[in-house]
Each structure stands twice: as C-alpha cells, then as structure tokens.
C-alpha cells in the first residue's frame, strides 16, 4: 500500500486528536501518503479529503474533539453512499482507510469491505467503553474522569444540604461509564441498564444507611431504561423526607483535555493500526487487552457484552454502608 486514509466517525471522544496524529506520523515514518477525512463517511461520500503532513497534526495531542471533525452519516447506510465513497476513494488512489469510531462506524466499513474489497483497520473511539477485543475505548478514561469531577463538586453541595442527589452519565446502552464512576465518589446506588433495577432493595439500603450519611449519590446510565427523570420521581415519591435533586450531566462528559491514559492508548492503537494494514490485517479492531495490542474482527468488536463485572457491583453495595 501507498496511500491511506484516517477519519473519525460516531460521536467525538477525547483522544482522537492524539489517534489521528500517530495514524498520520506512523503512516509518514512507514513511507506512505497519508489523507485525512473530513466529517466521518460523509466525507468520503461527497470527497472531502484533504492531504495530510506531521506538521497537520502538530499540537494536537492535547485536544478534546477532533480536527477532522465527525458525523453519524446517513447517506452512508445507503449502497449508493458507499459507492459514492469508493469512487472518490479511487480517484486519489487511497489502498486503505483507518477508522476511528464505535459500532456504527464498525458496522459501516464491514459492509464497505464487504461490497468494495477496500482494507479497513478499526480504532476503538468512544466514550462508553462497550466494544469487545479492547479492555478500554479510546476517550473512556477521560470521560470518567470527567463524571468523577462533576460528581465531586456535587457531593460538596449535597452534604452541605443533607440533600440526596440522582446524577444520571451518558452510556448509550452501557453502564461502565456509570459503574467505574460510581465506584470512584462513592455513590450510595449505581443503576445500568446492563442489571434490572431493584428499587425495593434500593430503598432498603438508603434507609438502612441513614444514620450514617448526610449526603447521597445515585448515578444512574442514561441508558437505562427510565433515566435520571424517572429514578429521581420515584425516589421523591418513596422518601418525601429527603430532598431530591436531579442532574443530567451531558455532553460535558465528551469533551475537554485527554487524560494520559487516552493519549497513550490511542498513540498505540494508532501506530498498530498502520503497522497492521501494512502486514496485510484488514476487517479488524486494534485494540489493547492486558496491556498488549491485539486485533478483533468488526463483527466481533461490535457484540455489546452485557456480562458486567459482578465484581464491580458487589463493590458499591459492600462500600455503600
Ligand atoms: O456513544 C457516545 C455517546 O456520547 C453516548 O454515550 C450517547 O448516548 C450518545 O453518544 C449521544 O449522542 P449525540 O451526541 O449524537 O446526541
């Protein structure tokens, strides 16, 4: 292979930028021309690709989002899209696309590999942690982070007030985001939808608990199936003695600095990438499983496992005391 190609597609994660920027140096260290893809597949469907130099990605390790920007595309769902994409593909003579992005973006390029023979690599970039074939996504360890600070500074204001607080985090059908993060501020309860909530032993707890505590924190995953909004109703409606308050954290939880975590990880993940398309690897997943790279196929890496560590939820009830 000559020439390759690297987009971010899905929703932004923290650490892309610093993916984008070892595709491009890899690519550039291993003799090949690299390009760079604007806005997901949309830019590969209407040819916005643009080349791509070490200094085009100088500075950029350090930044939330991604300089290539991002979409969930439509029109690539359609044959006549990814058509469309391959022919643009053509006309600059690109052999092989990098992806960074979750199952959408995974879905996506098997179907292109499928129809137009192109080799694709996949990295892992999102914020919710819930692909197969990596122990972290690229973008995770900042999210908690995030969530970890935010919950911090709502504990201030919930001890302050004795009040109880339902915290819900984003995690489209996942719950790490929640259960790491519920762990790390210690919450009372962590809901996911992973694990059908037991509100009767939930309130059990909350009482049993009161004399020990002033404050409480219930993080619930947005992905559950009730939400913030319903958990926060219900808790009012059980215990109109405590003082509820809800908050939604939102997309802060996408954005901001890396941590180091994700910029090593996705350092790494980047550099394999291209080693990997140059070995000949193609429909498949770099990622990072006990410390070391390994590859997954597309279809693999997509399978959301609902097997949650029960280590992890043991935790938060035994320490919830
Ligand atoms: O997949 C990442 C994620 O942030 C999910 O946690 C969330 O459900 C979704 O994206 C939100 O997407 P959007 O920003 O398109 O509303």
Redesign the pocket.
Known sequence: IKNIAVLTS??D?PGMNAGIRAVVRAGIYNGLNVFGVKRGYDGLVNGEIVPMDAKSVANIIQRGGTILKTA?SDEFRTYEGRKKAFENIQKLEIDALVVIG?DGTFTGASKFIEEFDIPIIGMPG???NDLAGTDFTIGYDTAINTVVDAVDKIRDTAESHDRLFVVEV???DSGL?ALRSGISTGAEAVLIPEIKVDYDAIMKRLDKTRKNKASRIIIVA??DKEGGIVVADKIKENFPHYDVRLSILG?I??GGRPTCMDRVLASRLGVASVEGLIAGRRGEMAGLICGEVQFTPFKKAIKHLDDINENLTRIVEILSL
Do not use: K, P, S
């Open positions: 899905g929703g994660a969930r979750g999102t914020i919710d984003m995690g489209r985001i947005e992905g997309h939880q996408r």
